[in-house]
Structures are given as C-alpha cells and as structure tokens.
C-alpha cells in the first residue's frame, strides 16, 4: 500500500493518502468510526489501530465511499469514479 501526502485540485489540502490499488483512503479524514466495514458486502475492508485496509477480494461497488460521512475514501486516480482530478 503506497502513501503520499497530496494536494487536492478542489482547493483545499488533503492528508496522508493510502493507496491499495483498489480504494483511496485519506487517513487524516477517517474517524475509524467502521461504517465502511460493516457496509462491505465482501468483507474486504480491515481496521488497524491507525489505518483501515482492502485486501484484494474488494470488487471497487464504492458503497464504503458512500456511507463514509466525511469522505475520506475514494476511488483510485484515474477511475471514472474517482473525485481526484
């Protein structure tokens, strides 16, 4: 999982961004409050102490980005999708 700290091409500065490959997740927004893990219908989406994860059965449905109240998950750079431009 790649991380970066970026600047969001909608004014305002994002965090620590945590890549897997499959969903985007700004670690400085997420509250760990488990919406998006309990949403996952294919249970792909782990909560560490400082970090949620997907592992590689996540099939990018988005429904974790859209039950995410502050809209700290998106989907990759480059996804129709995706907020990122």
């Given at each position: ?57 996540c ?6 980005a ?20």
């Amino acid at each position: 999982m790649a991380t970066s700290s970026t600047a969001s091409g909608r004014g305002h500065t994002q965090g620590i961004i945590a890549d897997s490959g499959k969903m985007v997740l700004d670690i400085s927004l997420c509250m760990h409050c488990g919406a998006c893990v309990g949403t996952c219908p294919t249970n792909s989406i782990f909560m560490h102490e400082t970090l949620n994860t997907f592992d590689d059965n996540c099939t990018q449905c988005g429904l974790c980005a859209r039950v995410c109240a502050v809209g700290a998950i998106d989907f990759p750079r480059g996804h129709r999708l995706s907020r990122q431009r």
